[in-house]
């Protein structure tokens, strides 16, 4: 019988040893959406990401361009901001998935991301996360009540309750 998992262990990409696999092993351990996987899975998963890394002031991806990837924050600071829009709308950090909506319509980016501070993080490429994510239905879900929490509470992008004071949804197109 074939392991639910086997369309996903095909997909390693690179090699990842030593401090750097242990550096992202424990960050996937602290993602909402990479963590509901099988702990023994973590090395694997590891080497499906490429690391990007970004100075204070650049731009992560921009509203309306082609969208391939998304991403994991690592270490630093990201904003975003709707289209058209001055006013930073979520904090992103350590732990935090950005850039998967285009994944979900049509690989079109919703949003400007500009880095705060030295970022780094983990780039995954679509096919490869779509992969994951059919793999791994617990982490499809995982996802899936961040982007709801995000879309009730846009600032709120750790995905935590959101305050339910305001009841006025913003949606980031």
Known sequence: MMLRADR???????????????????????????????????????????????????????????????????????????PGEAVAVAVCRRGDVIGEYGLFIGNIRTATVLATEPTNLLSIDYFRLRQFLLSFPESMFALMQVTVQRMYSPTNVSGSAPDTGDKTIRLIR
């Open 8 to 82: 996903f262990f095909n997909l390693r990409s690179q090699m990842v040893e030593g401090e750097e696999a242990a550096a992202r092993v424990a960050l996937l351990q602290e993602s909402r959406v990479f963590g509901c996987a099988p702990d023994n899975d973590l090395v694997v998963r590891a080497t499906m990401f490429e690391r990007r890394v970004y100075a204070p002031g650049d731009e992560i991806c921009r509203a309306g361009e082609a969208a391939g990837e998304a991403y994991l924050i690592s270490s630093g600071e990201a904003l975003v901001y709707p």
